[in-house]
């Protein structure tokens, strides 16, 4: 039997212990800070929070090259030369990665590529669900392994919180005018993945603990995610009274399954600390 091998970006955010369990290869994407390319993971966060302090500018971030993904495929081919590739990329409207994948698996023998339309928990739901169908059927055929995959792309719902409204300020996705009202009123707008791109589709208003557990009862009464799991996203400084409550809520709804993951510095460079977020897939 062929070994279906699995892959991802950084911007998944997928939790290390999860990636060595399930054998996942993960690539890094990139953050250019203070004139310094630096590899996503490579960086921590709490550095990025430093920058902003000191200079009250974010990072940029960068997609992985074409040059990086023929490298990254050679070794997987090289670690296991009988495998099957199964990439499950970052979303394409947001980023140039999932295309440059595309460019550099076109010499690569057995390998499958998809698109998540997602990011962080998000993308990580996709991963993980592929991870369940492969040990449901180990011996499934590729093309029909994707087309179960693709099925569940669409119904992947990620919702997430920013700690802060300086950051997303500070990255131009909101004006001063809008930032002052929304300092005033302790707004927190809801970023949500739609069609594959970030979109704002709520606000709202007060301390994140009361919001946290509101977005989370909304999130819930929207869509109809399946028990079996759950990812809650947060970025350094979430405090864990607030996971506590979380936790809580999420037990009495039937989930049992709670899985936390730490933003990595592609979210974190526009959440700021103490955001939260929500990811699951609908059944």
Known sequence: MR???L??????????????????QVIPMHVIMDGQDYL??????????????RTKKIPSTSATNVHEYQEFFKKIKTEF??????????TSK????????LLAAEDVDDIFLIDALNVT?????????TVTLLEKYPEIDPVHLLEKIKLKVPKTRLAFLPGSLDF???????SNMAYLGGALLKIKPCIELV????????KYHGKMSKVAEKLLLDYLQQYEIDRQQIYFIYSIGLSETIKQRINEIALEKGFENRIWIEAGAMISTHSGPGGFGIAGIEV
Request: charged share 20%.
């Open 94 to 101: 947001a980023s140039a990665s999932f295309q440059n994948a």
């Open 195 to 202: 069609d594959g791109r970030l979109v704002s589709t709520k």
């Open 40 to 53: 996503d993971g490579h960086l921590p966060v709490k550095e990025i929070y430093e920058f902003y302090d």
């Open 168 to 174: 997303l300020r500070a990255g131009g996705r909101v």
């Open 7 to 24: 892959s991802t970006e950084s911007g998944a955010d997928l939790p290390e212990s999860l990636a060595k369990r399930h054998n996942i």
């Open 3 to 5: 070994k279906f091998i």
């Open 121 to 129: 928990g998000g993308l990580t739901a996709v991963v993980m669900y």
């Open 81 to 90: 030369p009988d495998s099957i590739i199964i990439h499950i990329g970052y």
